[in-house]
């Protein structure tokens, strides 16, 4: 069932204005469930099976030619694994489900996230070229861009997110060849508006990229707003059990075609096993997301309303510095809440400790809630002063919820939070 398929139920995220030009969708759950599949598959099986192939032979010297000339003329139409470095069929699956989802034409599937941005970039950009990232971006990808593009000639800029005449500013005329950016951001949640920043960038010929990890196609189709490119960690919601890690890339087909080939030779497609644990994880995307949606609009009120609560980022919270935007382009608002609690490091640590639902632990997206410090997990190493300087405190909290039923997270944080002084 691919993306073009009528529109069932109205699910999914909201239109931009020029809807006309859009194609009709499924609902987001018949998406998630059925989009981008082949029907039959093989052996009539249902779910997609893990074929797990590393090489494929060929029937005679014949066969062989006949592949290796298709292949050199790039047509596509070869029907056929040559090796699991290439191509796997069980990839190929989720790759479809995916760009189904996006209303993508195509996508390809990496060993994870940050092998998919990496790709991405390492494929995309000549020595010498310049990119414009903004400032709340996943610490890892900056690092990526900071130092190790950065030895290959190739700068980076870092504007504040939501400065979009800083944005627009740091454009080098025939140098910048992206604008990238996260949307919804970690951990404050700050929301890119997408039409915008893809004006922008048409206006310069620049390419944009969006993570939306954190925005997930059920919640918002940065595509559909005019951006080249949209990556995600499948690790986090797309899988959304804690237990692959995995990463996606869709765009247009002839640039799919191109980062798949650059895929072969940079080498980091996903392995089988974790491409059938996706595309299982996949079904339940729209459920688990409207799920986690509800909850943390709901978790979001009762913290904002709760007297040890300093201050809540949530982009559904109308206090939130992107409200509008986020209604504007995003149907829910996903399912992670950062907020600083009226207390020490040492004190939010204690209120941490005392939850008795969520885990501690890295990561978000998936069906157990997790909660952490961000002071003292991804910028532990800081000192006090270096945190500060990127806006992390020792009181700031982030809760990725998960689906547990939201009375029982409430009250979770209702016991834990009479802990704090
Ligand atoms: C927004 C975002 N993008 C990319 C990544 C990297 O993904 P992975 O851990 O799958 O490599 C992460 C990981 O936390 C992330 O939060």
Redesign the pocket.
């Known amino acids: 069932m691919s993306a073009q398929t009528p529109d069932s139920n109205g699910a999914g995220a909201p239109t931009p204005t020029d809807s006309d030009a859009l194609p009709k969708r499924a609902g987001m759950n018949t998406l998630s469930v059925h989009g981008g599949d082949d029907r039959p598959r093989a052996h009539q099986a249902i779910p997609m099976p893990i074929i797990q192939t590393a090489t494929y032979a060929f029937a005679d010297t014949a066969d062989l030619i006949n592949f290796m000339q298709h292949k050199s003329w790039g047509d596509g139409i070869i029907g056929r694994e040559e090796y699991g470095r290439y191509g796997n069929p069980t990839v190929q699956a989720v790759e479809s489900k995916v760009a189904a989802l996006e209303g993508a034409e195509d996508a390809v599937m990496f060993s994870?996230?940050?092998?998919a941005?990496t790709s991405l970039l390492l494929a995309s950009l000549p020595s010498g070229a310049h990119i414009i990232m903004t400032g709340d971006c996943?610490r890892?990808?900056r690092q990526f861009c900071l130092t190790f593009l950065k030895r290959l000639g190739i700068e980076t800029t870092i504007v504040e997110t939501g400065d979009y005449a800083a944005l627009e500013a740091a454009v080098q005329p025939k140098r910048t060849r992206f604008i990238m950016s996260?949307s919804p951001t970690?951990p404050y949640l700050r929301c890119v508006d997408l039409a915008r920043i893809a004006e922008i960038a048409k206006r310069h010929r620049v390419q944009t990229i969006i993570?939306s990890?954190?925005g997930t196609p059920i919640n918002q189709l940065p595509l559909q707003y005019g951006i080249d490119y949209v990556t995600h960690?499948?690790?986090?919601y797309l899988g959304g059990h804690h237990d692959l890690?995995?990463?996606v890339v869709a765009a247009r087909k002839d640039r799919i075609a191109a980062l798949r080939d650059a895929r072969g030779v940079l080498g980091g497609i996903v392995d089988p096993q974790n491409a059938y644990l996706l595309e299982r994880g996949l079904k339940t995307l729209g459920l688990r997301v409207a799920q986690q949606n509800s909850s943390a609009m709901q978790i979001a009120q009762f913290l904002e309303g709760h007297p040890k609560i300093e201050r809540v980022w949530y982009p559904g919270l109308p206090s939130h510095p992107d409200h509008a935007v986020a209604k504007k382009q995003m149907s829910g608002f996903g399912g992670v809440v950062s907020f600083t609690v009226r207390g020490t490091l040492e004190e939010t640590s204690r209120f941490i400790d005392a939850m008795e639902i969520p885990y501690i632990a890295?990561?978000?997206g998936g069906v157990d809630s997790l909660i952490e410090q961000p002071a003292l997990m991804s910028f532990f190493e800081r000192t006090p002063e270096e945190r500060l300087e990127v806006g992390i405190t020792g009181n700031l909290v982030r809760f990725a919820i998960g689906v547990e039923d939201t009375d029982d997270l409430i009250a979770d944080l209702d016991q834990a939070l009479r802990v704090l002084p």
């Open positions: 994870s996230g940050m092998a941005i996943y890892r990808t996260e970690n993570d990890t954190f960690s499948a690790t986090k890690l995995a990463g890295p990561s978000l």
